[in-house]
């Protein structure tokens, strides 16, 4: 079974930048678009940013400009880049199949990875 594990959040300050990773244990980078989702206390777990095998990419409206999702299938890593931070990016973030392509079809959720955008 595939396990995605997320790492490379923390606590930061407003505007500041954070790159987050999600690595895979199985090669599946190259077989599925991927994406990053969050997740913000009572609140649902909601799509960020996706990219495609042919690296196209979308982003949800309020990350848009200041988030870039990169993959490299070779190292089976995603990354998530996050610029221009804000307090409302406060969330758990995870990595899974994109919904936009698999909406019925997900991998074990792994832990996922704390941001915090405080002064």
């Known amino acids: 079974q595939v396990r995605l594990v997320e790492s490379g959040g923390g606590l930061v300050q407003p505007g500041g930048s954070l790159r987050l990773s999600c690595a895979a244990s199985?090669?599946?980078?190259?077989?599925?678009?991927i994406a990053w989702y969050r997740q913000a206390p009572v609140k649902q777990r909601d799509l960020v940013a996706g990219v495609t095998l042919t690296d196209a990419t979308n982003y949800a409206d309020s990350v848009k400009g200041r988030f870039t999702i990169s993959r490299d299938s070779a190292k089976n890593t995603v990354y998530l880049q996050m610029n221009s931070l804000k307090p409302e990016d406060t969330a758990v973030y995870y990595c899974?199949?994109?919904?936009?392509?698999?909406?019925?079809?997900?991998?074990?959720w792994g832990q996922g990875t704390q941001v915090t955008v405080s002064s």
């Open positions: 199985k090669s599946i980078f190259s077989i599925y678009a």
């Open positions: 899974n199949l994109d919904e936009t392509y698999n909406p019925t079809y997900k991998l074990p």
